[in-house]
């Protein structure tokens, strides 16, 4: 687990902004001197993009405060000589100059900007980041295909824990289709195709819906501009290695948008979330009959994207049958959040990709308890016990096979965070606060069982009727849901103290039945009130799981 940090002033109070994510409205927090701000800008084919985050060097980490973007369609050239057009370079300046302003205002340490293929493949590229640099003092690097590909892997890399398995990262943009193998160490290869939603739908698509010919002769020109990437890929793929496929970008998170949208579940966010080849095919087949009328009417895009979704749609459907893959999960980071991924090793801030990667999951839950003022001692005394409990009664109080038990960590370390919005009623807030908050390094429906643990420790068990139980995915994360959230709550009541007073916990576990033996820390009198706690996890513990729980102090019975 990660090395203990001050936590932030218990007086700290938050605001909701229009993604109803929370930031500090404490200054002390965000004028500390550790925390530098760097603004990220991507000029891109379709739109142009502003992120500002917030990095921490201590944690080897940053969080995105505040993100924008504006439609600039960059890759509308001129179909004779391939320029950008004015009206093109000036919706970007005018969306520069406004991002620009942002940035001086929220105090950001550095702006960097990066464009990409709609820039570089135009004959005047050069000339209108020239233009940018005189107009507005912005210097804006054209970065190569294969340059913004490796920064497509450091922005995923820093929101997605790749573990020991290779990743196949797709980013299907307006202009060009970037797709990198890469494992949590290094990328193993790193490729960029002259091939887009925008540049496929601007030359090829002139009547919808598309005629059968029209939808072959697309399919094969997709797989013959992908045929060199995908051939440099699997070539170094290890022989019985198993492979993962991310893809990011506005076409695929529309898309599982769309393939969300016809679940129960309602998302707030699109990072971890996954779906299949055969979601997909049914997607394509459903939007291939659309005229793009009926696609604007579609809520989950917009005007915009109705227009190139069919073509984003096609290459990623034909990139999977290529990669022989039968799952995409998404992420939201990519090349803006590669470019602060970059800047930090730029600056010193990082040491290399594996300080970023190694234990992404323990950083981004110590940054949210930073975030939410969360007392740090009380919480990691908690997850000490809760894992302590979680490991000796394998079998009795959980048949967990393993993804619970870090689950029960970032619970027990979060699980107090509402305390500042509402006493009373804390374990509601802190579920929406994790629900709504950025965790990553965990899939979407990890993500969910976390905030239900958390919502789960205290008061009421869990009811169809609640939202938090709702969103939770199937029988078997209601599951493990329900035994972590039995632990957390054993585990809260042994730390009924602001003050540490138990030293250690022993366990002795016969057939049904667990005593706890509690062991105190010294010049501590007596344990009786946390006795008395623990007491009243009794009668849920054998409800729940036909267990007999007992607890003891110094082996003297309770």
């Given at each position: ?358 234990s992404i999951r323990e950083r981004t839950v110590t940054h949210q308890a930073e975030r939410f003022s969360v007392n740090r001692q009380r919480s990691e005394r908690v997850a000490r016990f809760a894992l302590d409990i979680y490991d000796n009664t394998k079998g009795i109080l959980h048949n967990d096979k393993g993804i619970g038990r870090s689950l029960l960590w970032a619970a027990a370390m979060l699980y107090s965070c509402g305390q500042h919005i509402n006493l009373a009623a804390y374990h509601k807030h802190s579920w929406y606060l994790i629900r709504h908050g950025e965790l990553l390094g965990y899939s979407h429906s990890e993500h969910l069982m976390v905030a239900a643990i958390a919502r789960y420790h205290r008061k009421s068990l869990p009811k169809k009727r609640h939202e938090a139980w709702q969103a939770l995915e199937d029988k078997e994360h209601r599951k493990i849901v329900s ?76």
């Open positions: 687990m990660p090395e203990n940090l001050a936590g932030i002033s218990d007086n700290q109070s938050f605001v909701t902004n229009s993604k109803g994510t929370f930031k500090s409205k404490d200054s002390r927090f965000r004028n500390n001197e550790k925390i530098r701000r760097v603004a990220a800008v991507d000029i891109g084919t379709n739109s142009t993009h502003l992120v500002i985050a917030s990095v921490d060097p201590s944690l080897n980490t940053f969080s995105i405060e505040f993100s924008e973007k504006s439609s600039t369609r960059l890759g509308n050239r001129d179909i004779e000589t391939g320029c950008l057009t004015d009206s093109a370079k000036n919706r970007v300046i005018e969306t520069l100059k406004r991002f620009k302003d942002i940035a001086i205002s929220q105090k950001v340490n550095e702006i960097v900007l990066a464009a990409t293929s709609a820039v570089r493949e135009s004959p005047n590229g050069q000339e209108f980041l020239n233009q940018i640099k005189n107009d507005l003092d912005l210097e804006v690097e054209l970065v190569s295909g294969s340059e913004e590909a490796r920064l497509i892997y450091l922005g995923v890399l820093s929101g997605m824990t790749f573990g020991n398995l290779p990743h196949f990262v797709l980013d299907i943009g307006g202009g060009s289709t970037e797709l990198i193998l890469a494992d949590e160490s290094d990328a193993r290869a790193l490729t960029s195709s002259r091939l887009g939603a925008v540049s496929i739908q601007r030359d090829f698509i002139k009547k919808e819906p598309i005629s059968q010919e029209r939808l072959d002769f697309l399919r094969t020109f997709i797989q013959g501009s992908l045929e060199p990437a995908v051939n440099k890929i699997l070539s170094r793929i290890k022989k019985g290695e198993r492979t993962v496929l991310v893809s990011t970008s506005g076409t695929a998170l529309a898309l599982g948008a769309l393939a969300s949208s016809e679940e129960d579940n309602l998302l707030l966010g699109m990072h971890g979330y996954k779906f299949s080849k055969e979601k997909l095919d049914k997607l394509v087949e459903k939007l291939l009959k659309m005229s793009p009328e009926q696609r604007r009417k579609l809520s989950s895009l917009s005007d915009r994207r109705a227009e190139i979704i069919v073509p984003g749609a096609l290459i990623l459907q034909v990139a999977m049958n290529m990669l022989q893959v039968e799952e995409v999960v998404l992420s939201e980071r990519a090349l803006r959040e590669g470019l602060v991924v970059d800047w930090m090793f730029r600056k010193g801030l990082l040491k290399d990709r594996y300080s970023l990667q190694g035994e972590m959230a039995l632990i957390l709550r054993m585990s809260v009541a042994l730390n009924c103290r602001p003050d540490p007073v138990i030293s250690c916990l022993r366990f002795i576990v016969r057939d049904s039945e667990i005593n706890i033996n509690l062991i105190p820390a010294s010049n501590v009198p007596n344990l009786d009130l946390e006795k008395w706690s623990l007491s009243n996890c009794f009668s849920i513990v054998k409800d729940l799981t036909g267990a007999n729980l007992k607890v003891s102090i110094n082996n003297s019975s309770f």
